[in-house]
Protein backbone atom coordinates (compact mmCIF):
# COMPACT_ATOMS: atom_id res chain seq x y z
CA UNK A 1 0.00 0.00 0.00
CA UNK A 2 1.08 3.38 -0.66
CA UNK A 3 2.65 5.20 2.40
CA UNK A 4 2.52 8.18 1.80
CA UNK A 5 -0.95 10.43 2.35
CA UNK A 6 -1.40 12.64 0.18
CA UNK A 7 -4.47 15.24 0.08
CA UNK A 8 -5.89 17.24 -2.40
CA UNK A 9 -7.49 21.06 -1.22
CA UNK A 10 -9.62 22.53 -3.24
CA UNK A 11 -10.71 26.22 -2.33
CA UNK A 12 -10.72 29.43 -4.76
CA UNK A 13 -9.85 31.90 -1.79
CA UNK A 14 -6.55 31.69 -1.72
CA UNK A 15 -6.19 33.22 1.60
CA UNK A 16 -8.35 29.96 2.87
CA UNK A 17 -6.13 27.86 0.81
CA UNK A 18 -3.25 28.19 2.13
CA UNK A 19 -4.33 28.02 5.46
CA UNK A 20 -5.80 25.04 4.99
CA UNK A 21 -2.07 23.78 3.34
CA UNK A 22 -0.46 24.84 6.26
CA UNK A 23 -2.74 22.96 8.80
CA UNK A 24 -2.60 19.76 6.80
CA UNK A 25 1.58 20.02 6.10
CA UNK A 26 1.65 20.95 10.14
CA UNK A 27 -0.30 17.66 10.08
CA UNK A 28 2.07 15.65 8.50
CA UNK A 29 0.23 14.85 5.00
CA UNK A 30 1.41 15.48 1.35
CA UNK A 31 -0.59 18.38 0.49
CA UNK A 32 -1.46 19.42 -3.11
CA UNK A 33 -3.37 22.60 -3.21
CA UNK A 34 -5.64 24.03 -6.00
CA UNK A 35 -7.26 27.20 -6.45
CA UNK A 36 -9.53 25.92 -9.61
CA UNK A 37 -11.36 23.15 -9.91
CA UNK A 38 -10.29 22.19 -13.40
CA UNK A 39 -6.64 22.25 -12.13
CA UNK A 40 -7.90 19.78 -9.44
CA UNK A 41 -9.12 17.32 -11.68
CA UNK A 42 -5.91 17.40 -13.60
CA UNK A 43 -4.37 16.35 -10.56
CA UNK A 44 -6.75 13.69 -10.04
CA UNK A 45 -5.85 12.43 -13.33
CA UNK A 46 -1.70 12.24 -12.88
CA UNK A 47 -1.79 10.46 -9.42
CA UNK A 48 -3.99 8.82 -6.80
CA UNK A 49 -5.19 10.69 -3.60
CA UNK A 50 -6.53 9.10 -0.68
CA UNK A 51 -8.34 12.10 0.26
CA UNK A 52 -9.91 15.04 -0.80
CA UNK A 53 -10.91 18.47 0.60
CA UNK A 54 -13.31 20.92 -1.91
CA UNK A 55 -15.09 24.01 -0.84
CA UNK A 56 -18.54 23.77 -2.23
CA UNK A 57 -18.59 27.37 -3.69
CA UNK A 58 -16.24 27.74 -6.59
CA UNK A 59 -16.08 28.92 -9.67
CA UNK A 60 -16.83 27.22 -13.17
CA UNK A 61 -18.26 24.25 -11.55
CA UNK A 62 -20.85 23.55 -8.39
CA UNK A 63 -19.45 21.66 -5.68
CA UNK A 64 -21.73 18.96 -6.55
CA UNK A 65 -20.50 18.69 -10.16
CA UNK A 66 -16.84 18.85 -9.19
CA UNK A 67 -17.36 16.36 -6.58
CA UNK A 68 -19.14 13.98 -9.14
CA UNK A 69 -16.01 14.15 -11.52
CA UNK A 70 -13.84 13.87 -8.79
CA UNK A 71 -15.42 10.72 -8.39
CA UNK A 72 -15.34 9.45 -11.54
CA UNK A 73 -11.72 9.95 -11.95
CA UNK A 74 -10.67 8.04 -8.38
CA UNK A 75 -13.54 6.44 -6.91
CA UNK A 76 -11.83 5.29 -4.22
CA UNK A 77 -10.98 8.71 -2.70
CA UNK A 78 -12.41 9.81 0.54
CA UNK A 79 -14.13 13.24 -0.07
CA UNK A 80 -14.86 16.05 2.41
CA UNK A 81 -17.13 18.76 1.80
CA UNK A 82 -15.54 22.43 3.17
CA UNK A 83 -18.33 24.94 3.16
CA UNK A 84 -20.01 27.93 4.56
CA UNK A 85 -23.07 27.46 6.79
CA UNK A 86 -25.58 29.31 4.39
CA UNK A 87 -24.39 27.03 1.68
CA UNK A 88 -24.98 23.82 3.30
CA UNK A 89 -28.93 23.56 1.61
CA UNK A 90 -27.31 23.73 -1.35
CA UNK A 91 -24.87 20.60 -1.00
CA UNK A 92 -27.79 18.97 0.00
CA UNK A 93 -27.06 16.74 -3.60
CA UNK A 94 -24.01 16.07 -2.92
CA UNK A 95 -24.81 14.34 0.06
CA UNK A 96 -27.64 12.69 -1.22
CA UNK A 97 -25.77 11.20 -3.78
CA UNK A 98 -22.97 9.91 -1.51
CA UNK A 99 -20.11 11.57 -3.18
CA UNK A 100 -19.20 12.95 0.36
CA UNK A 101 -17.58 10.99 3.44
CA UNK A 102 -18.11 14.33 5.40
CA UNK A 103 -19.54 17.62 5.87
CA UNK A 104 -17.43 20.46 7.47
CA UNK A 105 -18.80 24.11 8.35
CA UNK A 106 -16.20 27.25 7.55
CA UNK A 107 -15.35 28.89 9.47
CA UNK A 108 -13.86 25.43 10.97
CA UNK A 109 -12.61 24.61 14.19
CA UNK A 110 -9.27 22.74 13.97
CA UNK A 111 -9.38 20.05 16.06
CA UNK A 112 -12.43 19.06 14.65
CA UNK A 113 -11.04 19.57 11.03
CA UNK A 114 -8.10 17.54 11.47
CA UNK A 115 -9.95 14.78 13.61
CA UNK A 116 -11.91 14.02 10.54
CA UNK A 117 -8.98 13.96 7.66
CA UNK A 118 -7.29 11.68 9.74
CA UNK A 119 -10.72 9.42 10.10
CA UNK A 120 -10.73 10.05 6.10
CA UNK A 121 -7.27 8.60 5.95
CA UNK A 122 -8.08 5.95 7.75
CA UNK A 123 -11.11 5.16 6.40
CA UNK A 124 -9.03 4.92 3.33
CA UNK A 125 -6.72 2.69 4.63
CA UNK A 126 -9.60 -0.07 6.12
CA UNK A 127 -10.95 0.26 2.48
CA UNK A 128 -7.98 -0.39 0.76
CA UNK A 129 -7.07 -3.45 3.11
CA UNK A 130 -10.19 -4.42 2.57
CA UNK A 131 -10.20 -4.34 -1.21
CA UNK A 132 -6.43 -6.17 -1.02
CA UNK A 133 -7.85 -9.10 1.01
CA UNK A 134 -10.83 -9.16 -1.38
CA UNK A 135 -8.40 -9.70 -4.22
CA UNK A 136 -6.96 -12.38 -2.32
CA UNK A 137 -9.57 -14.30 -1.94
CA UNK A 138 -10.76 -14.11 -5.90
CA UNK A 139 -7.68 -15.45 -6.54
CA UNK A 140 -7.56 -17.71 -3.77
CA UNK A 141 -11.25 -19.02 -4.96
CA UNK A 142 -9.93 -19.31 -8.33
CA UNK A 143 -6.91 -21.01 -7.56
CA UNK A 144 -9.07 -23.62 -5.75
CA UNK A 145 -11.69 -23.78 -8.41
CA UNK A 146 -8.97 -25.14 -11.05
CA UNK A 147 -7.76 -27.69 -8.37
CA UNK A 148 -10.99 -28.85 -8.06
CA UNK A 149 -11.35 -29.30 -11.58
CA UNK A 150 -8.23 -30.91 -11.76
CA UNK A 151 -8.70 -33.42 -9.37
CA UNK A 152 -12.24 -33.75 -10.98
CA UNK A 153 -10.04 -34.93 -13.84
CA UNK A 154 -7.64 -36.70 -12.12
CA UNK A 155 -10.76 -38.84 -10.28
CA UNK A 156 -12.39 -39.38 -13.44
CA UNK A 157 -9.27 -40.99 -15.03
CA UNK A 158 -8.31 -42.71 -12.28
CA UNK A 159 -11.98 -44.33 -11.96
CA UNK A 160 -11.95 -44.83 -15.71
CA UNK A 161 -8.44 -46.87 -15.12
CA UNK A 162 -10.17 -48.80 -12.23
CA UNK A 163 -13.00 -49.74 -14.49
CA UNK A 164 -10.99 -50.45 -17.47
CA UNK A 165 -9.22 -53.05 -15.39
CA UNK A 166 -11.95 -54.30 -13.64
CA UNK A 167 -13.35 -55.29 -17.29
CA UNK A 168 -9.92 -56.57 -18.54
CA UNK A 169 -9.94 -58.89 -14.92
CA UNK A 170 -12.58 -61.52 -17.28
CA UNK A 171 -10.15 -61.23 -19.92
CA UNK A 172 -7.58 -64.05 -18.35
CA UNK A 173 -10.64 -66.14 -17.87
CA UNK A 174 -13.12 -65.11 -20.78
CA UNK A 175 -11.54 -63.73 -24.46
CA UNK A 176 -11.69 -60.45 -25.63
CA UNK A 177 -14.33 -59.67 -22.80
CA UNK A 178 -13.17 -56.06 -22.69
CA UNK A 179 -13.12 -55.23 -26.16
CA UNK A 180 -16.59 -56.06 -26.43
CA UNK A 181 -17.78 -54.30 -23.30
CA UNK A 182 -16.02 -50.69 -24.10
CA UNK A 183 -17.60 -50.87 -27.78
CA UNK A 184 -20.65 -52.07 -26.39
CA UNK A 185 -20.45 -49.30 -23.54
CA UNK A 186 -20.05 -46.75 -25.96
CA UNK A 187 -22.61 -48.16 -28.32
CA UNK A 188 -25.05 -47.51 -25.26
CA UNK A 189 -24.30 -44.21 -24.30
CA UNK A 190 -24.43 -43.31 -27.96
CA UNK A 191 -28.00 -45.11 -28.58
CA UNK A 192 -29.12 -42.78 -25.01
CA UNK A 193 -27.72 -39.40 -26.60
CA UNK A 194 -30.06 -39.93 -29.77
CA UNK A 195 -32.79 -40.19 -27.51
CA UNK A 196 -32.52 -36.91 -26.16
CA UNK A 197 -30.50 -38.31 -22.60
CA UNK A 198 -28.69 -35.02 -22.23
CA UNK A 199 -27.71 -35.26 -18.07
CA UNK A 200 -24.22 -36.50 -17.04
CA UNK A 201 -24.66 -38.75 -14.35
CA UNK A 202 -27.06 -40.14 -16.27
CA UNK A 203 -25.08 -41.03 -19.23
CA UNK A 204 -21.95 -42.12 -17.14
CA UNK A 205 -24.17 -44.25 -15.21
CA UNK A 206 -25.39 -45.91 -18.33
CA UNK A 207 -21.98 -45.90 -19.58
CA UNK A 208 -20.32 -47.95 -16.81
CA UNK A 209 -23.55 -50.59 -16.38
CA UNK A 210 -22.80 -51.23 -19.93
CA UNK A 211 -19.49 -51.66 -19.80
CA UNK A 212 -19.98 -53.95 -16.71
CA UNK A 213 -22.76 -55.75 -17.68
CA UNK A 214 -21.18 -58.75 -17.45
CA UNK A 215 -18.66 -58.42 -14.09
CA UNK A 216 -20.03 -61.15 -12.22
CA UNK A 217 -18.92 -63.53 -14.62
CA UNK A 218 -16.05 -63.68 -12.80
CA UNK A 219 -18.17 -65.45 -10.21
CA UNK A 220 -19.43 -68.32 -12.62
CA UNK A 221 -16.94 -71.34 -12.29
CA UNK A 222 -14.32 -72.53 -15.10
CA UNK A 223 -16.30 -75.83 -15.59
CA UNK A 224 -19.25 -73.90 -16.65
CA UNK A 225 -18.02 -70.17 -18.19
CA UNK A 226 -14.51 -72.20 -20.33
CA UNK A 227 -17.23 -75.20 -21.21
CA UNK A 228 -16.68 -75.59 -24.93
CA UNK A 229 -19.89 -77.42 -25.81
CA UNK A 230 -23.74 -76.69 -24.43
CA UNK A 231 -24.50 -76.22 -20.95
CA UNK A 232 -26.53 -78.60 -19.31
CA UNK A 233 -29.85 -77.33 -17.15
CA UNK A 234 -27.77 -76.90 -13.75
CA UNK A 235 -25.15 -75.19 -15.42
CA UNK A 236 -27.31 -72.73 -17.25
CA UNK A 237 -28.85 -71.99 -14.05
CA UNK A 238 -25.28 -70.70 -12.72
CA UNK A 239 -24.35 -69.10 -15.93
CA UNK A 240 -27.78 -67.44 -15.12
CA UNK A 241 -27.13 -66.08 -11.94
CA UNK A 242 -23.87 -63.80 -13.11
CA UNK A 243 -25.86 -60.45 -13.46
CA UNK A 244 -27.25 -60.93 -9.91
CA UNK A 245 -23.34 -61.66 -8.68
CA UNK A 246 -22.38 -58.63 -10.93
CA UNK A 247 -24.83 -56.27 -9.37
CA UNK A 248 -24.20 -57.69 -5.61
CA UNK A 249 -20.26 -57.37 -6.71
CA UNK A 250 -20.93 -53.56 -7.12
CA UNK A 251 -22.95 -52.81 -4.47
CA UNK A 252 -19.97 -52.55 -2.43
CA UNK A 253 -18.66 -49.81 -4.53
CA UNK A 254 -20.73 -46.43 -3.46
CA UNK A 255 -20.46 -44.50 -6.94
CA UNK A 256 -21.75 -47.82 -9.08
CA UNK A 257 -24.57 -48.07 -7.51
CA UNK A 258 -27.12 -47.07 -10.12
CA UNK A 259 -25.09 -48.67 -12.64
CA UNK A 260 -25.38 -52.33 -10.58
CA UNK A 261 -29.39 -51.68 -11.81
CA UNK A 262 -28.12 -51.89 -15.58
CA UNK A 263 -26.02 -55.07 -14.66
CA UNK A 264 -28.77 -57.10 -12.56
CA UNK A 265 -31.07 -56.29 -15.68
CA UNK A 266 -29.12 -56.78 -18.48
CA UNK A 267 -30.36 -59.83 -19.78
CA UNK A 268 -33.79 -58.79 -19.54
CA UNK A 269 -36.10 -58.95 -22.70
CA UNK A 270 -38.53 -56.18 -23.95
CA UNK A 271 -41.07 -58.87 -24.00
CA UNK A 272 -40.16 -60.15 -20.34
CA UNK A 273 -38.74 -63.95 -21.22
CA UNK A 274 -35.05 -62.63 -20.45
CA UNK A 275 -33.89 -63.35 -16.99
CA UNK A 276 -33.40 -63.17 -13.44
CA UNK A 277 -36.17 -61.17 -13.00
CA UNK A 278 -38.27 -61.71 -15.95
CA UNK A 279 -39.02 -57.82 -16.41
CA UNK A 280 -41.00 -56.08 -19.30
CA UNK A 281 -41.09 -52.78 -20.68
CA UNK A 282 -40.12 -49.97 -18.84
CA UNK A 283 -39.87 -52.10 -15.92
CA UNK A 284 -36.29 -52.66 -17.29
CA UNK A 285 -34.32 -49.56 -16.83
CA UNK A 286 -33.45 -47.16 -20.37
CA UNK A 287 -30.13 -48.35 -19.59
CA UNK A 288 -30.64 -51.75 -19.48
CA UNK A 289 -33.11 -51.35 -22.39
CA UNK A 290 -30.43 -49.79 -24.79
CA UNK A 291 -27.50 -51.65 -24.07
CA UNK A 292 -29.20 -55.34 -25.07
CA UNK A 293 -29.78 -53.37 -28.65
CA UNK A 294 -26.21 -52.35 -28.42
CA UNK A 295 -24.95 -55.96 -27.26
CA UNK A 296 -26.87 -57.45 -30.25
CA UNK A 297 -25.55 -54.85 -33.20
CA UNK A 298 -21.77 -55.75 -31.55
CA UNK A 299 -22.55 -59.52 -31.43
CA UNK A 300 -23.74 -59.47 -34.93
CA UNK A 301 -21.32 -57.33 -36.52
CA UNK A 302 -18.22 -59.23 -34.42
CA UNK A 303 -16.43 -62.14 -35.33
CA UNK A 304 -17.28 -65.20 -33.06
CA UNK A 305 -15.61 -68.69 -32.61
CA UNK A 306 -18.50 -70.51 -34.93
CA UNK A 307 -18.97 -67.51 -37.64
CA UNK A 308 -17.91 -64.55 -39.44
CA UNK A 309 -19.22 -60.90 -38.74
CA UNK A 310 -22.18 -59.82 -40.60
CA UNK A 311 -22.88 -56.49 -42.19
CA UNK A 312 -24.07 -53.27 -40.83
CA UNK A 313 -27.15 -53.80 -42.92
CA UNK A 314 -27.55 -57.49 -42.08
CA UNK A 315 -27.51 -56.83 -38.43
CA UNK A 316 -30.02 -53.64 -38.85
CA UNK A 317 -32.29 -56.61 -40.45
CA UNK A 318 -31.85 -58.29 -37.24
CA UNK A 319 -32.42 -56.08 -34.87
CA UNK A 320 -35.23 -54.90 -36.44
CA UNK A 321 -36.96 -58.29 -36.68
CA UNK A 322 -36.63 -58.67 -32.52
CA UNK A 323 -37.43 -55.44 -32.10
CA UNK A 324 -40.40 -55.40 -29.39
CA UNK A 325 -39.62 -58.99 -28.34
CA UNK A 326 -36.24 -59.09 -27.48
CA UNK A 327 -35.33 -55.36 -27.89
CA UNK A 328 -37.23 -51.71 -27.03
CA UNK A 329 -38.36 -50.52 -30.04
CA UNK A 330 -37.21 -46.59 -29.36
CA UNK A 331 -33.72 -48.34 -28.89
CA UNK A 332 -33.90 -49.96 -31.79
CA UNK A 333 -35.45 -46.64 -33.90
CA UNK A 334 -32.83 -44.62 -32.36
CA UNK A 335 -29.92 -46.86 -33.46
CA UNK A 336 -31.08 -47.18 -36.92
CA UNK A 337 -31.62 -43.40 -37.59
CA UNK A 338 -28.13 -43.28 -36.94
CA UNK A 339 -25.42 -43.60 -39.73
CA UNK A 340 -23.21 -46.77 -40.08
CA UNK A 341 -20.27 -44.59 -39.98
CA UNK A 342 -21.15 -43.29 -36.74
CA UNK A 343 -21.11 -46.85 -35.51
CA UNK A 344 -17.81 -47.61 -37.61
CA UNK A 345 -15.90 -44.36 -35.91
CA UNK A 346 -16.94 -45.86 -32.26
CA UNK A 347 -15.71 -49.03 -33.32
CA UNK A 348 -12.68 -47.83 -35.00
CA UNK A 349 -11.80 -45.68 -31.49
CA UNK A 350 -12.03 -48.95 -29.25
CA UNK A 351 -10.34 -50.87 -31.70
CA UNK A 352 -7.02 -47.92 -31.89
CA UNK A 353 -6.93 -48.40 -27.73
CA UNK A 354 -6.68 -51.77 -27.74
CA UNK A 355 -3.34 -51.48 -29.91
CA UNK A 356 -2.36 -49.07 -28.02
CA UNK A 357 -2.68 -51.05 -24.80
CA UNK A 358 -0.30 -53.86 -26.47
CA UNK A 359 2.25 -51.19 -28.10
CA UNK A 360 2.19 -49.92 -24.47
CA UNK A 361 2.16 -53.36 -22.12
CA UNK A 362 -0.87 -52.40 -20.26
CA UNK A 363 -2.70 -55.83 -18.88
CA UNK A 364 -2.51 -57.84 -21.78
CA UNK A 365 -6.21 -58.97 -22.78
CA UNK A 366 -6.16 -63.11 -23.07
CA UNK A 367 -5.42 -63.13 -26.84
CA UNK A 368 -2.37 -61.65 -26.64
CA UNK A 369 -1.42 -63.48 -23.52
CA UNK A 370 -1.86 -67.13 -25.32
CA UNK A 371 -0.01 -65.17 -27.85
CA UNK A 372 3.30 -64.58 -25.73
CA UNK A 373 2.45 -68.28 -23.73
CA UNK A 374 2.50 -70.10 -27.31
CA UNK A 375 6.06 -68.31 -28.22
CA UNK A 376 7.52 -68.84 -24.86
CA UNK A 377 6.18 -72.99 -25.26
CA UNK A 378 7.78 -72.83 -28.51
CA UNK A 379 10.75 -71.67 -27.22
CA UNK A 380 10.26 -73.68 -23.59
CA UNK A 381 11.24 -70.30 -21.56
CA UNK A 382 9.48 -70.02 -18.41
CA UNK A 383 6.19 -67.84 -18.84
CA UNK A 384 7.56 -65.13 -16.30
CA UNK A 385 10.11 -63.97 -18.87
CA UNK A 386 8.03 -63.86 -21.57
CA UNK A 387 9.90 -63.30 -24.84
CA UNK A 388 9.04 -61.00 -27.59
CA UNK A 389 6.02 -61.49 -29.82
CA UNK A 390 5.43 -59.38 -33.07
CA UNK A 391 3.60 -56.10 -31.94
CA UNK A 392 3.80 -56.51 -28.41
CA UNK A 393 6.24 -54.80 -26.02
CA UNK A 394 6.74 -56.84 -22.74
FE1 LIG B 1 -24.34 -61.33 -19.74
Not at 23 to 35: K, S
Not at 81 to 87: F, G, I, P, R, V
Request: aromatic letters at 6%; hydrophobic letters at 40%.
Amino acid sequence: MDEVERLLVVDDEAPILHALQRTFEAAGYEVTACADPAEALERLREKPFQVLSADYMMPGMTGAEFLSQAKGLQPETIRILLTAAHDFSAAVDAINNGEIFRILPKPWNRVELLGTVRQAFDTYALREKNRQLTAIVQSQNSELAALNKGLEALVDERTTNLLDGMVAVLDYRDTETQWHSRRVSRFTRRIAEQLGVTDPHHLRTIEMGALLHDIGKIGVRDAVLLKPGPLDTDEWVEMREHPHLGWALLQRIEFLRDASIIVLQHQERFDGKGYPGGLAGEQIVLGARLFAVADTYDAITSDRPYRKAQSHDAALLEMQRVSGTQLDPQGVNAFCALAEAEWKAIRHDVEKISLLEKEWGWTPPKRVFDQIREVAMRQKQPISQPPAVEGVKT
